[in-house]
Each structure stands twice: as C-alpha cells, then as structure tokens.
C-alpha cells in the first residue's frame, strides 16, 4: 500500500510533471507536418517574404497542431507568431496570452506576448513581459534578445510612441504658443489686480 502512495507522489511531483510537459513538447513540435516547418522556416527569414496564401495555410496548419496538442505552450507561440504575420492580432493575442498562462516561466512565450504589446505600442504590458523574458534567459543569445527588446520599447517610451502618447508634429509648434498665451494672460491679470 505504501508502495503505490510512493509511485503516486513521484508522477505528481514537480520535476516529473516538468519531465513529462517537455517530452510531450518535443512529441508535439516534432509532430509538425513538413509543409509546415518550411513554411515556419520562411516566416522566421523573412515575414513579408510569405505570401498571404501560404500565411493563411501556416495558420490553418498550425491550428490543427494546436488542437492535437492544446496544452503546449511552444505551439500556441508559433501560432500566435503566424497570426502576427497574418496581420490578424486579436486571435494573436488570444494564442500568445494562453501560451503565456500555460507556462508562465516560458522565455519565448514571455518574450513574443512582450513583442506583440510593444508593436501594438502598449508599453507598460511590453516592458513587463519583456522584464520577465529578461529574468527566465538561460543563454546569452536569450539574454542578448530580451535586451534589445527592452532597449527598443525605453527608446520607444522615451520618444513618445506609446498608444496615447503619441504626439503630432505639431504639438512642437502649439504647445509653446499655448504657454506664451498663458503668460500674457497671467500678465494681463497680474496687471489689472495691481
């Protein structure tokens, strides 16, 4: 009777549930069809390279491995990429939201849902997944990618181009006249109290 107590505590500890969760990863990238891993090597040398036809066919091919293997979290990334690609962010988001909940300690996941808010110019969201993606590298090239996305989403910051801060050309132009006018009428009233 202890014997089975034993077995039960050792399939549900930690590092054997990790163990299980990266072979069925393996099982499940390894199980993407040929046609899609060309296409996916395509999409990763050059997105604007992909014909929309193939974008869309990625997609449908991807979506299939996703409901094969619905608890991989490596899938729902490379759905979710695709889905960039194919200029559909939503669903995008959706995939590289529920990667993200599937494996929180995911560099990739962290690092794409971090991607994904920095092009759509939501900069606190960007930084933070960014940040996370940071603190889980486990090699210098993770390490050299999450850099540079945070070096590009506080050049960004910096600059103002975040959704609702970004400024027209001619911000420049009124907000110094907006400051003059409210000088001359700070005068003005300085002047009539007096």
């Avoid at 107590?5 to 399939?11: E, P």
């Avoid at 929309?52 to 990625?58: G, M, N, P, S, Y």
């Avoid at 540079?148 to 970004?166: L, N």
Wanted: net charge positive; glycine share 4%; aromatic share 4%.
């Amino acid at each position: 009777m202890n014997h089975s107590t034993n077995a039960d505590l050792t399939i549900t500890s930690p590092a054997t549930t990790a163990a299980l969760n990266a072979r069925v990863s393996a099982l499940a990238l390894a199980s993407i069809p040929a046609p899609t891993q060309t296409l996916l090597l395509r999409m990763f040398a050059d997105p604007y390279l992909l014909e929309k036809e193939d974008a869309v066919a990625l997609v449908a091919q991807l979506r299939e491995c996703v409901v094969q293997y619905p608890e991989v979290s490596e899938l729902r990334v490379l759905l979710g990429m695709a889905l960039c690609v194919n200029l559909e962010v939503h669903a995008a988001m959706e995939e590289l939201s529920r990667s993200v909940k599937l494996a929180p300690n995911s560099f990739i996941a962290q690092l794409k849902m971090g991607e994904l808010w920095m092009r759509l110019r939501v900069m606190d969201k960007a930084e933070e997944h960014t940040r996370l993606a940071g603190l889980l590298s486990q090699s210098l090239a993770q390490s050299d990618l999450a850099r540079r996305q945070a070096a590009t989403i506080r050049t960004m910051k910096r600059d103002g181009i975040e959704r609702g801060g970004y400024r027209t050309p001619w911000v420049y132009i009124i907000q110094p006249l907006r400051r003059l006018w409210a000088r001359r009428r700070g005068e003005t009233v300085a002047l009539d109290v007096t």
